[in-house]
């Protein structure tokens, strides 16, 4: 009994709304304490820099416990993936390896923190749950859009080579080339220097861009938006109240007149 009602106690701890703003807090402190140690800081300040990130690593801890505590199945709290990435990063986080040749192993589990502010908002678990989904269809549209940068890559370098074999030169350089176009870095100079041997070469770069800055991409955008509709209908769906059947509320009728006849009949 004892047991349930601390497994109570932290359930309704880790609901709290006023227990998760306060775990979003330490996650945002975390982000600028890792900030900060990369200035050049007094060792006195890196001390207590060092003292602050402990202290974290210790909320986070206790924080996972409760969460772990409060779950009225245990065995279901490993089955989330995010569970198990909170308690990982945590468990890593715990290890002393600062002053070892892992430091740097230390720190970039101690950047990933910051990750955990997904698994707390639910919004933020939604997006990315949605772009994890949209990775096959994604994927087509990706391979779509590199045989046109390879397609375009090889008349580029077949043309363009001599007129300036740095952008040119052969075709892995080429397809950078066209990334710096679909990017808009500086493109139409890219342009303007062709142009004055190919004075029509202006129809590659703009059809090049049509496919790919504008077709393409708004492909994915769409991809993604229309999957991300689809988890939040989902979401909806799990969250509403289902309705009572009819045969329910005829039942419930039936039940509501019976116990207002045996009150007036005993008021008779």
């Known amino acids: 009994m004892q047991t349930t009602n601390i497994q109570q106690k932290f359930n309704r701890l880790r609901a709290n709304k006023l227990f998760e703003t306060f775990v979003i807090f330490i996650i945002i402190f975390s982000a600028l304490v890792i900030g900060a140690k990369t200035y050049d800081i007094s060792p006195r300040t890196l001390w207590f820099v060092h003292l602050l990130d ?21 065995k279901e709290f490993f089955k989330h993936g995010w ?7 945590v468990l890593v986080s715990l290890i002393p390896i600062e002053d070892s040749e892992l430091a740097i192993v230390g720190r970039l589990i101690r950047i990933f923190r910051v990750l955990r502010m997904v698994s707390i908002i639910p919004e933020l678990k939604m997006l990315l749950n949605s772009f994890i989904i949209a990775l096959p269809q ?18 580029g370098s077949t043309f363009f080579a001599e007129i300036n074999p740095q952008l040119w030169g052969d075709i892995a350089i080429s397809m950078l080339t066209l990334f710096r176009v679909m990017t808009f870095e500086d493109w139409t100079d890219v342009q303007y220097e062709t142009m004055e041997i190919y004075p029509f070469s202006w129809i590659y770069y703009i059809t090049f861009i049509f496919f790919t800055a504008f077709a393409f991409l708004n492909m994915v955008i769409g991809v993604v938006v229309n999957v991300l509709n689809e988890e939040h209908e989902k979401v909806l769906q799990q969250n509403k109240v289902p309705e009572p059947s009819n045969t329910e509320l005829q039942q419930e009728i039936r039940e509501l007149k019976e116990i207002i006849s045996r009150n007036i009949e005993q008021n008779k």
């Open 83 to 89: 569970n198990i990435f909170d308690t990982l990063i």
């Open 138 to 155: 994604l994927g087509y549209i990706v391979a779509l859009m590199f045989i046109i940068f390879y397609i375009y890559a090889a008349i």
């Open 54 to 74: 402990w202290l974290i690593t210790f909320i986070f801890l206790t924080e996972i416990i409760i969460r772990f505590v409060g779950e009225e199945h245990k």
